[in-house]
């Protein structure tokens, strides 16, 4: 605790990148002490993009009016953060709705395999364990778990080889684990289990050999598009519906407790490649977008800093 707040009162600029905490789901108290800190010490305090809101809960509204007042700059991943933040505060003089941080990364250029472990299309399949609905109340885990396992059993019906993947995976430290949650859920099925870790290059380059991703990780489905990858995605948040909608693929995403085993079948074999795989343009113009707060933010900074000498 005495390293962080040295770190952040030594600190000119403070970015707090997310993921995703800034909603009513979690308690962010610990993270509205840690702006309050950075401002208190005289640092600015940056908001990457995220996903916000609604605000809704007396303990959600109430840490967000803290950070609200500390923040010199915020960005957003979708419109409907936007809207949160501006029906419960005034926007920062810099704001901005922007692409997610991770389509910045660059695939690296991979060399063709030297082994071919199987001649079957590769599925990759993104669980995680989950207990609430995206809208009311009504969710059972058991019946997600169910649907992506009935997801699995049709891909292998169907001759796919099935891999369970992850971002959040292999890291001690970390309390969650995503692959002991795979290991669970497809017990018993011919579905290898990939546990280790992986930096987002590494994950690029797996999902490189994939035909078809099965997301419930957000990042996973970003991860996947940027690797040309067509993605049908559980929404565990608002942010991978909001995410689809503004790729044009909404009709590959459903709320985490409206997912069956029928709606995957459906989507796989609904599934056109061609029309479901970004193009270099689309690609290009995500990187562009999700690499602009940085531009925005020397600019700002610098015209305050020139204004006080």
Same mark, same amino acid.
Request: hydrophobic fraction near 45%; charged fraction near 20%; charge should be negative.
């Given at each position: 605790?005495?390293?962080t707040?040295?770190e952040? *009162?030594?600190?000119d #600029?403070?970015?707090? +990148?997310? =993921?995703?905490?800034? /909603? ?5 108290? !610990? ?11 005289g ?31 915020v ?11 501006s029906?419960?505060a005034?926007l ?28 079957r ?15 009311g ?11 992506? *396992?009935?997801?699995? #059993?049709?891909l292998? +019906?169907? =001759?796919?080889?099935? /891999?369970a993947?992850?971002?959040?995976? !292999?890291?001690e ?34 999902l490189?050999?994939a ?13 996947a598009?940027?690797?040309r ?23 590959n ?20 490649i ?6 270099d ?14 531009i ?14």
């Amino acid at each position: 605790m005495g390293r962080t707040i040295r770190e952040i *009162r030594d600190a000119d #600029i403070v970015i707090s +990148s997310g =993921g995703t905490y800034l /909603v009513d789901h979690y308690n962010f108290s !610990g993270r509205a002490l840690e702006l309050e800190l950075a401002k208190a010490f005289g640092g600015k305090v940056v908001l990457w993009t995220q996903s916000m809101g609604p605000f809704q809960t007396t303990r959600s509204a109430r840490d967000f009016a803290k950070i609200a007042q500390v923040v010199d700059a915020v960005f957003f991943r979708d419109e409907k953060s936007r809207v949160s933040w501006s029906n419960a505060a005034p926007l920062p003089l810099v704001s901005a709705v922007v692409a997610d941080a991770a389509f910045a990364i660059t695939p690296t250029v991979s060399s063709a395999s030297a082994c071919i472990r199987d001649s079957r299309p590769t599925a990759i399949i993104s669980v995680r364990e989950w207990r609430t609905a995206v809208v009311g109340e009504a969710f059972s885990f058991d019946s997600y778990a169910q649907a992506m *396992r009935e997801g699995a #059993i049709y891909l292998l +019906s169907k =001759g796919w080889r099935c /891999v369970a993947l992850s971002t959040c995976q !292999g890291v001690e430290r970390y309390a969650i684990n995503d692959s002991k949650t795979a290991t669970a859920i497809f017990d018993g099925l011919d579905v290898e289990i990939n546990s280790a870790h992986h930096t987002p290059s590494q994950l690029i380059r797996e999902l490189e050999d994939a035909k078809l991703v099965v997301s419930t990780r957000m990042h996973l489905a970003i991860l996947a598009t940027i690797a040309r990858v067509p993605v049908i995605a559980i929404a565990y948040e608002f942010k991978t519906t909001e995410l689809f909608a503004a790729l044009g693929r909404s009709a590959n995403v459903t709320n985490i407790e409206d997912v069956s085993g029928g709606w995957i079948q459906d989507r796989v074999d609904a599934l056109e490649i061609s029309s479901n795989v970004l193009s270099d343009d689309e690609i290009a113009e995500l990187s562009k977008s999700s690499s602009s707060p940085a531009i925005q933010l020397i600019r700002a900074f610098s015209l305050s800093a020139a204004l006080k000498s």
